[in-house]
């Protein structure tokens, strides 16, 4: 597509639900990353995948927050028994591989944004 | 203490005015630092990247990084309106992906 897509735009839902937030990276993307981001603060890195492996996962906050990326393109960010301390932007981002083996420009998507009540 | 400290502002200057941002950091192992623009409910679009200390420019915009201080900073210059948005410092390791952002810093240009 022409930029990182995701959805839903706007997701509300109560305390102690599972929410599932998309995110469809660049064509060709390899890098996929996933970033929260709190009103008036800059993102705060989740976790990423090169391809369809997670590489590092060190800034999911608990064991509550997962994601998958099966194919190595869309992936998936899952939140279980949702809590009022989730509530904020979650982005996704993408970029492709360098010829040296680093990452060129990230890409962010509009983000979803989620409220917990 | 945060690994990259930002001023957030908010920062209001005139048009045409010379623009200052900046951010520093604790952790030496950065090795790539970037400037992100972001509107708002947009989200964060790259502006400037390099690599090691050193000065880069594109058009209005020059980046610093000097490493011995840890401090990077971005100018604007001949300031518009429309660069009027919050500005993102962030760095990352040698063969880590993992970006750490600054607060980022709100800046408003008066026409």
């Known amino acids: 597509g022409a930029g990182v897509s995701q959805s839903p735009r706007y997701k509300v839902t109560k305390r102690g639900q599972d929410v599932a937030l998309r995110c469809d990276p660049i064509s060709g993307h390899v890098s996929l990353y996933w970033y929260r981001q709190a009103l008036g603060q800059g993102p705060e890195f989740l976790t990423y995948?090169?391809?369809?492996?997670?590489?590092?996962k060190s800034g999911l906050p608990n064991d509550r927050f997962s994601a998958e990326r099966p194919e190595g393109s869309i992936s998936t960010l899952t939140i279980q028994r949702t809590e009022q301390r989730d509530s904020a932007m979650y982005r996704c981002?993408?970029?492709?591989?360098?010829?040296?083996?680093?990452?060129?420009?990230?890409?962010f998507g509009q983000g979803t944004r989620l409220t917990v009540v | 203490q945060k690994e990259v400290e930002q001023d957030p502002g908010p920062l209001s200057v005139p048009e045409g005015a010379i623009v200052s941002l900046n951010c520093t950091y604790s952790n030496s192992a950065f090795q790539y630092f970037m400037w992100y623009r972001q509107y708002s409910r947009k989200g964060p679009e790259l502006l400037m990247y390099t690599y090691s200390s050193g000065n880069k420019e594109d058009g209005r915009f020059t980046a610093q990084v000097d490493k011995s201080s840890k401090y990077i900073s971005l100018f604007i210059r001949d300031s518009q309106p429309s660069d009027s948005a919050t500005y993102l410092c962030a760095m990352r390791n040698f063969g880590n992906e993992k970006l750490t952002f600054g607060t980022g810093t709100r800046l408003t240009i008066i026409p």
């Open positions: 981002a993408s970029s492709l591989i360098g010829d040296e083996g680093e990452s060129t420009e990230a890409f």
């Open positions: 995948f090169n391809y369809e492996a997670q590489q590092d």
